[in-house]
């Protein structure tokens, strides 16, 4: 039986979405975060030596990484996935499958970097301080948000809607892998990017996302999607 060793507020929760739509049968193994510091708790390391979640395993075998674990369950399981995803792995030398590829790595290359960064600086300047040095920090995290991590966040958002404008996913016209990858960082990059009516064609990806009945099916087993500052 496969299993996912699933971290709360994760990435691993993509994963769900994946194996709910395919339907492959599976347990998930629930962690949480420390209370404190957000971090995943020690026991992961337990499963694989960075400690990090997604990792699924099945019999002997332990796969960790996000866009790893998505080509594990298509090569392994794709053949017996529903018709709407018989474009999961888009054919090689596709159109489809160049921007399968690109988004795949777009999701942790680029996009993640900016929106891990947004969420430490927003949480840094909450956390409690020596008064004479709150300031300081404040001012600080203000100016890097201000002038780095906003524009970049920005500039994502403005480059992934303008590509919905024209496309229902994310390599075209059906569903693939890129959109399992790309899914947890949608959600994370609306919820900190600020306004969504600024990004029409994202907040309809979304809704469309949302609305598949293995997505919900996935929650249900995973929890909420994105951790809060």
């Not at 994760?10 to 975060?33: A, T």
């Not at 499958?97 to 795949?104: A, D, I, K, P, S």
């Not at 892998?177 to 959600?187: I, Y």
């Amino acid at each position: 039986m496969l299993t996912v060793h699933h971290l709360e507020t994760s990435r691993s929760q993509r994963i769900l979405w994946l194996l709910e739509e395919l339907g492959v049968p599976y347990d998930i193994r629930r962690y949480s975060r420390d209370p404190v510091t957000k971090l995943a708790p020690p026991e992961l390391k337990r499963v694989h030596p960075l400690g990090k979640s997604p990792v699924i395993t099945e019999g002997d075998m332990v796969v960790a990484e996000s866009g790893a674990i998505i080509e594990y369950l298509a090569e392994r399981y794709g053949a017996q996935a529903p018709a709407d995803l018989a474009h999961l792995e888009p054919a090689r030398g596709t159109a489809e499958h160049r921007q399968c590829r690109f988004w795949m790595h777009y999701a942790e290359g680029s996009l993640m970097n900016w929106l891990v960064m947004k969420l430490v600086f927003d949480t840094i300047a909450r956390q409690p301080m020596p008064f004479f040095v709150r300031p300081i920090a404040r001012t600080l995290c203000a100016k890097v948000q201000q002038r780095l991590i906003g524009p970049n966040v920005q500039t994502a958002l403005a480059f992934m809607d303008a590509h919905l404008a024209q496309h229902d996913w994310f390599a075209g016209g059906h569903l693939t892998m890129a959109d399992f990858q790309m899914s947890f960082a949608v959600e994370a990059a609306l919820a900190r990017g600020g306004d969504e009516t600024a990004w029409p064609h994202l907040v309809a990806y979304r809704q469309r996302m949302r609305a598949r009945p293995a997505y919900q099916r996935a929650l249900e087993q995973g929890g909420p999607v994105v951790m809060q500052a």
